[in-house]
């Protein structure tokens, strides 16, 4: 979705703002924008389509300004275009926003009334008029931005300018993130970390609520009322080059061989082999999940698929019912939730809208609400009682890959932790289980190394136009994720079942044209996966399967196949999603998508 950059300096701030615009791409975009405060007055610059096209046009028409705010769009209100870009502006006003202002409708007619003229279709523009009226009547920016955006429903982040003020910028934050950087003679205000982490690993997480007004050396911040508060401001430890692409020629395929190190980082001092237990840190240890009668998980997309497995690991594991729901269903649907229930809540960002909606619902029930995320203090990490990090470092592909193998690692170290503290899984049992999982980062790097075969098989599945994924127990949520990764880079329409409802519909699909994907490694339902297989077979259907080390009935019926190594059921999903990442990039590469910004969609989706 949209991304916010803001930066006041003692120097021109325009090169910094476009490089960290360029870090915000990968949110997803479809126009750009920057604006300077210089000796006469707001000067703009913007451009429809890529960040390309903005840089070109600044080639031809320069810009240089101390103070200034950048803009990536993801259209909401008002088609992508030039004029709905942002940043925008009115008089002496410029501004840059994420998020929504619901009743921009009505104060937009209010303002038309009162004789003001809109140049965009957007949300926005309303706020730059109502910080210019407010900012004429009582000659005090800061002031002016707190008048105006009291008037504001919705949620949003926003960035202003203003000509009469050239050395400052003043942010405000109502659900949706944005962060102050503390720099050296120079600060930030910003959507995303990674936007200007080469120049400082300072932040300040702003809460909803907050404004801050800030110069080159000097961060205030105050609450609606104006009254002073303060923030502590927090370290990032992320590596910078985690945010670059080493080499790859996608952030994709980079984050698909970097699962095995962020899986081991995210193990690193949680895993306990001679007691055979896990350490979870010690704020998630202090929620004592263990004693709540029930777990609901909610989260979005990947997520979700991560949710869904989490349900499968904690039930066997530690035989405490896990209810797993998608979050824009759960937020609506008035759902049952106790103070005796626990509640996770998963987000690789930490900002998704309705999964926060729904920490909230959890918090109003009462229940203990975790977090399992991968930005640090994002929103959800900070309205959840404990947040459990998963450590995959920035994840700048839009589709999510280390982020999935992380959580769903996260899963199984809870799952084993709520085992042990429920007195379900005995230590033999717990310390094979941790073995099984210390070894999934070396035996996944083995698998890597198969990414070329990957792409041969890929080569032959160009011209399907739909594909069916099928799997059962732990791999029916893979099957899920192998279809959505499918869904979302290559354009190609794809469907995932659990194997054991062919029968009940899908099989009337199965021709020599669509490629069915089994994902059945030998467990406790191979069997019955191999005769499904059978039946598709039978019926002339193209079988990619991920089988066994070893298996050779599957293998026979497959047109290709792939092998993950012999091991427990519940670390066989950390294995075979590998293929399905793998298969969804190469054949979103070579039908020569653009992999790493597929149309249409925002890698962090902050709206409704
Ligand atoms: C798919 C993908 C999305 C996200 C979803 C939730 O590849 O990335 O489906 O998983 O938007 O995002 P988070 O985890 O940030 O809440």
């Known amino acids: 979705m949209c991304g916010i950059t803001g930066c006041v300096s003692t120097q021109d701030c325009v090169p910094l703002m476009i490089e960290s615009l360029g870090r915000l791409a990968y949110r997803g975009y479809d126009s750009a924008g920057v604006a300077v405060c210089d000796a006469g007055g707001i000067k703009l610059r913007r451009e429809h389509g890529k960040l390309e096209n903005l840089m070109a046009l600044l080639a031809r028409q320069p810009l240089s300004g101390r103070t200034g705010i950048g803009h990536t769009r993801w259209a909401t209100h008002g088609r992508p275009s030039e004029s709905n870009a942002h940043p925008q502006t009115y008089k002496k006003i410029a501004i840059v926003h994420n998020g929504i202002i619901e009743n921009f409708m009505p104060l937009r007619a209010e303002l038309e009334a009162g004789g003001h003229v809109f140049s965009s279709e957007t949300d926005t523009e309303i706020v730059a008029h109502l910080i210019s009226d407010a900012y004429e009547t009582c000659a005090d920016f800061s002031k002016a931005v707190r008048i105006a955006l009291a008037r504001v429903r919705g949620s949003y982040a926003i960035v202003a300018i203003c000509a009469d003020c050239p050395d400052e910028l003043v942010a405000a934050r109502l659900q949706s993130p944005l962060l102050v950087g503390l720099g050296n003679n120079m600060n930030f205000a910003t959507s995303d970390i990674s936007a200007v982490l080469p120049y400082t690993r300072r932040f300040i997480f702003l809460e909803d609520g907050d404004f801050v007004r800030m110069t080159h050396d000097a961060v205030s911040l105050f609450d609606a009322q104006g009254k002073i508060i303060t923030r502590e401001a927090k370290t990032i430890e992320w590596d910078i080059r985690a945010a670059e692409k080493q080499g790859y020629p996608h952030y994709m395929l980079k984050e698909i061989f970097e699962q095995p190190a962020k899986i081991t980082d995210t193990f690193r001092g949680r895993i306990l082999s001679e007691s055979a237990e896990v350490n979870l840190d010690a704020p998630v240890n202090a929620l004592e999940l263990e004693n709540v009668s029930r777990i609901q998980i909610v989260a979005c997309g990947t997520s979700y698929h991560a949710g869904l497995l989490g349900k499968y690991m904690i039930e066997k594991m530690a035989r405490l019912p896990v209810d797993v729901d998608v979050a824009s269903e759960y937020r609506y649907r008035d759902p049952i939730l106790k103070p005796d229930d626990g509640f996770i809540a998963i987000s690789q960002s930490g900002e998704t809208a309705d999964t926060y909606a729904c920490v909230k619902m959890a918090r109003a029930a009462g229940a203990k609400i975790l977090a399992i995320c991968n930005v640090m203090d994002s929103s959800i990490a900070r309205a959840s009682d404990a947040a459990f990090y998963t450590r995959a470092d920035p994840e700048i592909g839009v589709a999510s890959t280390k982020a ?131 039946e598709v077979r039978a019926r002339g259907g193209r079988i990619i399967s991920i089988v066994s080390e070893g298996d050779e009935d599957l293998s026979k019926l497959s047109e290709a196949y792939f092998t993950i190594p012999n091991c427990d059921e519940f670390v066989q999903p950390l294995y075979s999603v590998i293929y399905l990442q793998l298969l969804a990039y190469h054949i979103a590469d070579l039908l020569g998508h653009d992999v790493d910004h597929p149309r249409n969609l925002a890698k962090s989706v902050t709206v409704e």
């Not at 899963?411 to 932790?417: D, K, N, V």
């Not at 899920?480 to 290559?490: C, D, H, Q, V």
């Open 404 to 534: 999935f193998t992380t959580q769903v690692a996260s899963l199984a170290l809870l799952a084993i932790h709520l085992g042990r503290k429920r007195n379900f899984l005995d230590a033999e049992r717990a310390r094979t289980c941790l073995e099984a999982l210390r070894r999934v980062p070396s035996e996944m790097e083995v698998m890597l190394e198969q990414s070329d075969d990957v792409r041969k098989t890929a080569q032959k599945l160009l011209r399907a136009n739909s594909f069916l994924y099928l799997g059962r127990n732990v791999h029916y949520p893979i099957a899920l994720e192998g279809a959505l990764k499918l869904k979302e880079i290559t354009y190609i329409h794809a469907e995932a079942y659990p194997s054991g409802e062919m029968k009940h519909g899908p099989i009337a699909l199965i021709d020599d044209r669509l490629p069915v994907i089994v994902i059945a490694p030998k467990n406790s339902t191979y069997e019955k996966t191999l005769s499904n297989l059978q």
